[in-house]
């Protein structure tokens, strides 16, 4: 899995370096199939439940499973989170990262980034074996609520390894103490979406694309991580 966490990094990683005004979320799709396939990987997303894509590419108050699409073209103070998926010898690594579009990124995005992220770091530091998925949820909501944004309750983390969605879900919410106790060995994709308004989202008419019921902003931020004898792996660092 290890394997399959590095293909999504160095994936994410150079797409990253493609984000800029004017470029479109097709040509970040490009990119990352080319990359994907030099490194002998298959796209974990492309084909999943029909999905036309290697990336979700998700602009602005886009939560998330946005299309890449040439008529999607990112302007300056755009925020577009960039999620991935990979196989690697039948192991699946999954992650996402919310990058700013060129300079001027207003004071409450920015801070909406930085908490997103924060509050993936303080779950991915909660996890060890006797923990339990509500300290994991626990410590991305206390983190994000602190900041008066919220918490997406319509999609999940979950379980990952020889699929892509395994048992258990892994919620950004919840109560510190309740839920599965984490055992050394398992993995999990550890994913907070987090509003800068409200936490409601709906689908858009093309069946995937999630938005905020508000229009506010949205952020996302993704890592695959393993439950190891002391502690936490981040397997997509
Ligand atoms: N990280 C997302 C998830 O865990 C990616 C799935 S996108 C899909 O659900 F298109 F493949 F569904
Ligand atoms: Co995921």
């Given at each position: 899995m290890r394997s399959a966490g590095r293909v999504v990094r160095e994936v994410l990683e150079l797409v990253r370096g493609h984000v800029k005004p004017g470029a479109t979320t097709l040509d970040l799709e490009r990119v990352a199939a080319k990359r994907i396939a030099d490194l002998g990987a298959r796209p974990a997303f492309k084909g999943y439940h029909g999905y036309p894509c290697v990336l979700c590419t998700s602009i602005n108050s886009e939560v998330v499973h946005g299309i890449p699409s040439s008529k999607r073209v990112l302007k300056e103070g755009d925020i577009v989170s960039v999620d991935c998926g990979a196989v690697v010898g039948g192991y699946y690594g999954d992650a996402a990262i919310t990058v700013p579009v060129g300079e001027k990124i207003d004071q409450k995005t920015t801070r909406l980034l930085q908490v997103t992220e924060a509050s993936l770091q303080s779950a991915i530091a909660a996890v060890?074996?006797?923990?339990t998925l509500g300290d994991i949820g626990a410590a991305v909501q206390r983190m994000v609520e602190a900041e008066g944004f919220s918490v997406v309750r319509d999609f999940v983390g979950h379980g990952i390894g020889s699929h892509m969605h395994e048992d258990p879900q892994v919620p950004n919410f919840g109560e510190a103490g309740q839920g599965m106790k984490l055992r050394a060995g398992m993995v999990l994709a550890i994913e907070p979406m987090v509003n800068a308004g409200k936490p409601d989202v709906r689908v858009l008419k093309d069946g995937w694309t999630a938005v905020t019921d508000d229009g506010s902003m949205s952020a996302h931020f993704e890592h695959t991580v393993a439950v190891t004898a002391t502690g936490a792996m981040i397997l997509t660092e």
């Open positions: 060890k074996p006797g923990a």
